[in-house]
């Protein structure tokens, strides 16, 4: 029971002697998250572009939303904040409420949707040996364990001693068996049914963009910042590759579907394997979801709120059924993409990589130049979006992703520095 022992950071600073991860850690947890259920059946999404632009859409999208990714994470490896933290100097304190909130919402649906596949998989593969929502519960149990042991516990103990090795494991042998199957050679000429490779970059890079509001809550605990910003972007790019390529082998956007073919295939062992690494998913996103309730609520134990998020994601297992998965996956681009175009240009641009401890936890206020780019953003992503039912067909399909991020880059580094007062408030030190 050693491993439940671990300490409750909340949302304070992690010190320096406690930040303790090196880049082998944040290559294996990042590579890991990488890993799942969920990204095969987003890359099968892309089946309806060319496999030409499919693959140049995986490869870019991959790297690009992985390199956006660890610089988001290096804002909490530098100073040892959270995420939400860590958007304080642009929003304020009552201004990061907002994308709190967002936060655990998408995080409780993931959440849940990772509890049901397990179940689901777990009850194919043992046939009536348990119902269904005894294997909710059983998975929504393990996932508040690992959550309440805590990101330092879970990247030395689960993943790098355990759980990381089945991943690759898997992976590889999926990945490989799905190159060699009859049907991958009609996949790759296929021209596609008129997705277009905007669109399919999209839809590949919102994965790792849907990681950045929970990157500095597992970041912070870097020895060094510069190596966990290498080995978070090689380490997640390298299996969002493999995975939606994998997804566009198998073609099927259905769930369930994938693993009855995956069962099928390995006569459920890989299966089985693969399920354990899928806990990892959603240990990550109940602790984030824990530690974007204590923006807000700061003196709620973390321990509580792990438990209470978990419950619920497990109850929401039981009844409900993966639909418009790809409208999911919009909601979450369109949101915090040009949130992070925000978060990233005040670190990198405004403040040239320069928090006060004064900016993160004494400005309660809300930073209203850092709301408003960040609403210019979201409304020009459903505008350009072909996903999106607010799409005006007529304009160009350009993609909405970097159009949205750099309009909410653009439009804050105006107002900063063309409002009169603005600028010297957003960047007093």
Not at 25 to 30: A, E, K, P, T
Not at 260 to 275: C, D, E, P, S, V
Not at 277 to 286: I, L, P, Q, R, S
């Amino acid at each position: 029971m050693a491993i439940i022992k671990s300490p409750e950071w909340g949302i304070a600073p992690v010190p320096e002697n406690k930040r303790t991860l090196g880049g082998f850690h944040y290559f294996i947890l990042w590579s890991s998250l990488g890993v799942g259920l969920l990204v095969l059946s987003a890359g099968s999404l892309l089946s309806d572009a060319s496999f030409i632009d499919a693959t140049l859409a995986i490869i870019a999208g991959s790297v690009g939303g992985s390199l956006l990714l660890a610089l988001a994470g290096k804002i909490g490896s530098d100073h040892g904040v959270t995420s939400l933290v860590s958007m304080r100097p642009a929003f304020g304190i009552l201004g990061s409420y907002m994308p709190a909130v967002l936060n655990i919402l998408q995080l409780v649906g993931w959440t849940t949707f990772e509890i049901m596949i397990m179940a689901r998989a777990a009850d194919l593969l043992a046939g009536s040996a348990l119902p269904y929502p005894a294997w909710a519960a059983i998975f929504g149990a393990l996932v508040a364990v690992l959550a309440i042991a805590g990101p330092l516990a879970v990247a030395r103990q689960w993943l790098a001693k355990f759980a990381v090795w089945i991943a690759y494991g898997t992976s590889t042998v999926i990945i490989v068996t799905l190159l060699m199957s009859p049907g991958a050679a009609d996949v790759i000429s296929s021209p596609g049914k008129g997705m277009s490779f905007f669109t399919a970059l999209d839809l590949v890079i919102v994965m790792p963009i849907s990681w950045m509001p929970l990157v500095a809550d597992y970041n912070r605990f870097a020895k060094k910042s510069k190596a966990a910003f290498w080995a978070t972007m090689a380490g997640f790019a390298l299996t969002n590759i493999l995975f939606y390529f994998g997804g566009v082998l198998l073609g099927t956007f259905d769930v369930v579907a994938i693993i009855i073919a995956i069962q099928a295939i390995f006569f459920g062992f890989l299966m089985l394997l693969l399920i354990v690494d899928e806990a990892d998913n959603a240990f990550a996103d109940v602790y984030s979801a824990a530690v974007s309730a204590q923006d807000i609520f700061s003196r709620v134990s973390q321990k509580h709120l792990v438990i209470g998020f978990a419950a619920a994601s497990t109850i929401l297992a039981m009844v409900v059924t993966i639909q418009n998965y790809e409208t999911f996956l919009l909601l979450i681009g369109a949101v915090f993409v040009p949130l992070f175009g925000v978060v990233l240009t005040d670190y990198y641009i405004v403040r040239r990589q320069n928090y006060a401890d004064h900016m993160m936890y004494g400005k309660r206020g809300i930073g209203w130049p850092a709301v408003a780019a960040w609403a210019v953003g979201i409304a020009l992503n459903f505008t350009i979006s072909p996903l999106s039912p607010l799409y005006i067909k007529e304009l160009p399909a350009i993609g909405a992703t970097i159009p949205s991020l750099a309009a909410a880059s653009l439009v804050y580094l105006v107002i900063v520095k063309f409002t009169p007062g603005i600028k010297d408030q957003v960047s007093a030190k």
